[in-house]
T-cell receptor, first 116, second 120 residues
Framework: AQSVTQLGSHVSVSEGALVLLRCNYSSSVPPYLFWYVQYPNQGLQLLLKYTTGATLVKGINGFEAEFKKSETSFHLTKPSAHMSDAAEYFCAVSVGANSGYSTLTFGKGTMLLVSP | GAVVSQHPSRVICKSGTSVKIECRSLDFQATTMFWYRQFPKQSLMLMATSNEGSKATYEQGVEKDKFLINHASLTLSTLTVTSAHPEDSSFYIC????????????????FGPGTRLTVL
């Protein structure tokens, strides 16, 4: 079975500072990895995903993440935080993604707080 | 493309009543739909997976007789919370996956905006 660990339930940064949200996964087979953002009382929006190929993945809103197999990590970064980035971020893993029955396993989430 | 809607967005009901939540894929055919439950400040927990035309597969600990799921068409799945109680109050989110015409994209789940259920 796969699992996801997000270090830090809350991360606080100043506007313009680097954003780093940590995600480590556990999987016995090559995983597909995702980062989602959730604004209050809304569903999830996909930021980016890693399936195969290039390990540095660029997503929407200036976010990117790097798949590091040796470290079993998929940390999310953004060079310069914006006030609108304040939200809950979820890392998720899926295995057997080509199967019609694959499911997502989510981490517990990290709340990103951005101060002026 | 790839829009998933949920209705209603918010519902308040009395204890003992049943509530139906609809999940629709608006611009693609969803062969599989997923229902999640999210408690305040917590992650999403998968409740069940439903494939069009077949019975839903429930996760361990989820009562199938309490949370009735129907996936009768490729664009609609419903979750009915039967005899709701205050402990059923939660944020329910659906997601859908299928083949997007002309895109070659199949495996990504697209999430609905969620339904806030409050049981008094």
């Amino acid at each position: 079975a796969q699992s996801v660990t997000q270090l830090g339930s809350h991360v606080s940064v100043s506007e313009g500072a680097l954003v780093l949200l940590r995600c480590n996964y556990s999987s016995s087979v090559p995983p597909y990895l995702f980062w989602y953002v959730q604004y209050p009382n809304q569903g999830l929006q996909l930021l980016l995903k890693y399936t195969t190929g290039a390990t540095l993945v660029k997503g929407i809103n200036g976010f990117e993440a790097e798949f590091k197999k040796s470290e079993t990590s998929f940390h999310l970064t953004k060079p310069s935080a914006h006030m609108s980035d304040a939200a809950e971020y979820f890392c998720a893993v899926s295995v057997g993604a080509n199967s019609g029955y694959s499911t997502l396993t989510f981490g517990k989430g990290t709340m990103l707080l951005v101060s002026p | 493309g790839a829009v998933v809607s949920q209705h209603p967005s918010r519902v308040i009901c009395k204890s003992g009543t049943s509530v139906k939540i609809e999940c629709r894929s608006l611009d693609f055919q969803a062969t599989t739909m997923f229902w999640y439950r999210q408690f305040p400040k917590q992650s999403l927990m998968l409740m069940a997976t439903s494939n069009e035309g077949s019975k839903a597969t429930y996760e361990q600990g989820v009562e199938k007789d309490k949370f009735l799921i129907n996936h009768a068409s490729l664009t609609l799945s419903t979750l009915t919370v039967t005899s709701a109680h205050p402990e059923d109050s939660s944020f329910y989110i659906c997601s859908a996956r299928g083949l997007l015409a002309g895109s070659g994209r199949y495996n990504e789940q697209f999430f609905g905006p969620g339904t806030r259920l409050t049981v008094l």
